[in-house]
Nanobody, 114 residues
Framework: QVQLVESGGGLVQPGGSLRLACVAS????????MAWYRQTPGKQRERVAF???????LYQDSVKGRFTILRDNAKNTVYLQINSLKPEDTGLYYC????????WGQGTRVTVSS
């Protein structure tokens, strides 16, 4: 079973930036479409971005222009570069496949506050 470990979250002021990382154990990562999800207070987990095995990306409208998803298949790692952070971006961020068939990690917490 592939395991996922997210990191890079923290407390930042509005307008700040963070780079989240997610490392996947096991094989097969390079062939999978990977995604970042977030769970914000009072809402269900939602997908914010995904990246295909060939590098095609798609973003939720609310994060377009601010979030960038990247992957490094040699490191079994997917990244989420977050710029121009807003308070409503506060939440727990997770990665998984687009099909959500890997075991969920613990997530990494992002808090945007002045």
């Amino acid at each position: 079973q592939v395991q996922l470990v997210e990191s890079g979250g923290g407390l930042v002021q509005p307008g700040g930036s963070l780079r989240l990382a997610c490392v996947a154990s096991g094989s097969g990562f390079a062939s999978r479409t990977m995604a970042w999800y977030r769970q914000t207070p009072g809402k269900q987990r939602e997908r914010v971005a995904f990246i295909s095995s060939s590098g095609d990306t798609l973003y939720q409208d609310s994060v377009k222009g601010r979030f960038t998803i990247l992957r490094d298949n040699a490191k079994n790692t997917v990244y989420l570069q977050i710029n121009s952070l807003k308070p409503e971006d506060t939440g727990l961020y997770y990665c998984n496949t687009r099909a959500m068939d890997y075991l969920w990690g613990q997530g990494t917490r992002v808090t945007v506050s002045s």
